[in-house]
């Protein structure tokens, strides 16, 4: 079974790169277009991303609770490149929170900066925290969801957590409710660099929202608890059935 995880793992890679280097090609007109160009070639390319790891891999997805609409404020956990996928692909026209330093990778930069993201020099203290929350306030104003992962990296499943300040500075900015996410996906985007695919279900889980207007220790903690016991909740069900595969 492990052999043929690999296998599989193996064509979604060859799918991967296919693709992206494709599209990437067939982007380059949509820089000189309208924003909503790159956008839908960015929605195209996580779609094909999804088809291809169900096809291959055989890792499919499960979204449960309602998906926010409109210029929502989203905080989800983060656990492998799955879901920045995923979330692309369910929220509307999102805009993610990221470090400015993506933006100078070639390709890939010129496109995240045309689509229109929210980029954050992470030395850059007060002066940087007052351009973030302007650009999320326009992104919202133009009915963008605003993606954000709190703890700023990917963590393994039942890793520490470790939740930024920045999620608590646009909560009590922008003065949205805040919309967080559990999932498990790192059980199944695992191996040396993300490479191995096993075979399941992701399962994507949208949290009651947190009102506006609560206290900063306030709301850490309630973003908190509700992301890692509902995460600690969709780990020990993803393993369950990683286990009846033999694949754990």
């Known amino acids: 079974m492990k052999t043929l995880t690999a296998l599989r793992s ?16 067939l982007a ?9 160009a790159i956008q839908a070639t960015a929605r195209l390319w996580a779609r094909a991303l999804l ?5 291959f891999a055989g890792l499919g ?3 449960r609770g309602p998906i926010p609409r409109n210029g929502a404020f ?8 799955w879901d920045t996928l995923a979330l692309y692909v369910l929220l509307d026209k999102p805009t993610a929170v990221l470090k400015r330093e993506l933006l100078s990778i070639p390709f890939y930069g010129w496109y995240l900066k045309k689509a229109g993201v929210i980029a954050i020099d992470r030395a850059g203290h007060a002066s940087a925290m007052r351009k973030m929350v302007a650009d999320a306030r326009a992104m919202a104003a133009a009915g963008r969801a605003i993606l954000i992962f709190p703890e700023g990296t990917r963590k393994k499943p039942g890793a520490a957590p470790d939740y930024k300040p920045g999620v608590a500075g646009l909560y009590s900015q922008l003065g949205l409710a805040c919309h967080p996410v559990a999932l498990n996906s790192g059980l199944y985007w695992t191996g040396p660099g993300g490479f191995l695919k096993k075979p399941g279900t992701v399962v994507v889980e949208f ?20 992301i890692e016991n509902a995460t600690a909740r969709l780990v020990v069900e993803g393993r369950a059935n990683l286990t009846a595969l033999g694949l754990t």
């Open 207 to 226: 949290l009651p929202p947190i009102p506006p207007g609560l206290k900063r220790a306030e709301f850490m903690t309630a973003l908190e608890s509700g």
């Open 74 to 81: 989203v905080a989800s956990k983060h656990m492998s490149m």
């Open 51 to 55: 088809f291809g790891l169900k096809i």
């Open 10 to 25: 193996a064509l979604f890679f060859a799918w991967f790169v296919s693709v992206s280097v494709v599209l990437h090609i």
């Open 28 to 36: 380059l007109p949509t820089l000189l277009m309208p924003a909503c």
């Open 61 to 63: 997805y499960e979204v």
